[in-house]
């Protein structure tokens, strides 16, 4: 994902302003006077953590025109992310508000409200949600788990969604808000299924060429089937490989920037084997149907007239291939590129026929092998860092080891832009 490193308010805030403006809507719509203070806060905390659940399933539909209006992928899931644990935080507030509500009556009261057993089949469907809603909250926060494993408890999560709104429309009957409410839900949760997972819209290449790029990384060209991604260097697909006489194909949809965007108008992806879908796309043949989604993302669409440096960590380079091969750089731009060997590097000898070719061009390789690279020292070998466009791209930590790096050296934060390859 990408954005400068420090970003609040540079997109239009559209995301934000569905991540506060549904949920204050909501509130002001259902909250009526003359309550009790704690039943108040109950209703309020609901309808407040629908709005927000609501902006939150908005947010993850994966659509390029959507993910556009919403100011880009990652602003998109960035305010996903943040819209989803307010709301759990709301929702766990609903029934110890109910409870303090009840407290006023007696204690056996208010512990009858928090107790599920005690209470009929809808109450307890509000409980599952919660429970739902707690264990995929707590996936987001587990750092350590394995993407797979994350995104099955994310599923779960998302089955808390429906529940929850069973819950509000079995208790409330079936006004109109209540179905409109769940017509949302449900067009959002549909939208993001049909369009991104199973990607109905997405768009049929057929792959041309694969050449070995360095151990564990391979490129494949692929050529429009019908009509073609308008994709700009810089940018990322959602790719979902078929089946070949001799390839086993993924099945799901894995973003990958493009390498290369062609006159003929074929694009070109280079996979790194880091996974189960990456270690089988090693093998991919030329024949096989690839089905594309995008183009996403904006990194590399602010480069401007100012000098530039392109700081590549590993597989971290395809978006600068993109680039350079895309034609004559209109600036002067050096290009950082981190990666564990000299020999055998991704695109080692194409990058030295390029800088041997452009005076514009400088490139400063380094082998790192195990260790963390010297990211001073090779900042230190960039003059003029305040003056440039920087653009980074790479593994998250070397993004989060650079970002104070840079700032420690003045360059502003609007100045700086990053890609990181990992999407939750
Ligand atoms: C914006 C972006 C651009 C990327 N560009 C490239 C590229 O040009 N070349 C390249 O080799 N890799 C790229 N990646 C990473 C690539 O998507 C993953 O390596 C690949 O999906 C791994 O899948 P796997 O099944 O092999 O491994 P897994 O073990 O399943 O995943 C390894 C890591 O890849 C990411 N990942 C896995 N599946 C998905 C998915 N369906 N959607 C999103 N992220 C996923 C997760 O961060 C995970 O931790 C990019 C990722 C992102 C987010």
């Known amino acids: 994902m990408s954005g400068p490193y420090v970003t609040p308010w540079r997109d239009p805030p559209v995301a934000a302003a569905l991540v506060v403006g549904l949920p204050l809507a909501l509130v002001w719509w259902a909250v009526p006077e003359g309550l009790p203070w704690w039943r108040s806060i109950a209703i309020v905390s609901a309808w407040g953590g629908m709005g927000l659940l609501l902006a939150s399933l908005v947010l993850m539909v994966r659509e ?88 099955g408890l994310h599923l779960v999560l998302a089955a808390g969604v ?149 700081i590549a960590g590993g597989i971290g380079i395809t978006p600068f291939m993109a680039a350079l091969r895309a034609g004559p750089l209109d600036a002067d731009t050096t290009l950082i590129y981190l990666h564990r060997e000299a020999a055998g590097a991704p695109f080692a000898d194409e990058l030295a026929a390029l800088a041997a070719g452009d005076p514009r061009f400088e490139l400063i390789s380094c082998a790192t092998g195990d260790r963390a690279p010297d990211f001073d020292a090779l900042l230190a070998q960039a003059d003029r860092l305040a003056e440039r466009m920087i653009h980074v791209c790479g593994p998250p930590a070397m993004v989060d080891a650079l970002a104070p790096r840079l700032r420690a050296r003045g360059v502003a934060p609007g100045a700086v832009h990053f890609e990181r390859f990992d999407f939750r």
């Open 162 to 310: 429906p529940i929850g709104l069973a819950h509000v429309v079995v208790l409330l009957g079936s006004t109109g808000s209540g179905l409109a409410l769940v017509a949302l839900a449900l067009l959002a949760l549909g939208a993001r299924f049909v369009v991104s997972d199973l990607g109905v819209a997405a768009r049929p290449y057929r792959v041309t060429a694969v050449a070995r790029r360095a151990a564990g990384v391979i490129e494949a060209s692929l050529a429009p089937c019908a009509a073609a991604l308008a994709v700009a260097p810089g940018q990322f697909v959602l790719a979902a490989f078929g089946e070949g006489p001799h390839y086993r194909g993924c099945g799901e949809y894995h973003p990958f920037t493009v390498s290369g965007v062609d006159r003929d108008a074929q694009l070109r992806v280079a996979v790194k084997a880091l996974g189960p879908c990456s270690q089988r796309l090693q093998d991919l043949e030329s024949g096989v149907l690839v089905r594309l989604q995008g183009p996403f993302g904006r990194f590399l669409g602010a480069r401007r007239a100012e000098p530039a440096l392109w």
């Open 64 to 151: 390029p025109r959507v993910a556009r209006f919403l100011g880009g992928l990652e602003t998109a899931y960035r305010w996903h992310h943040r819209s989803g644990v307010a709301a759990y935080l709301l929702l766990l507030v609903h029934p110890l508000a109910l409870a303090a509500d009840a407290w006023a009556e007696s204690p056996a009261r208010a512990w009858q409200a928090l107790a599920p057993w005690a209470q009929s089949w809808p109450v307890w469907l509000g409980w599952a949600a919660l429970v739902l809603l707690m264990i995929g909250l707590a996936a987001t926060f587990a750092l350590n788990l394995s993407y797979r494993r994350w995104r």
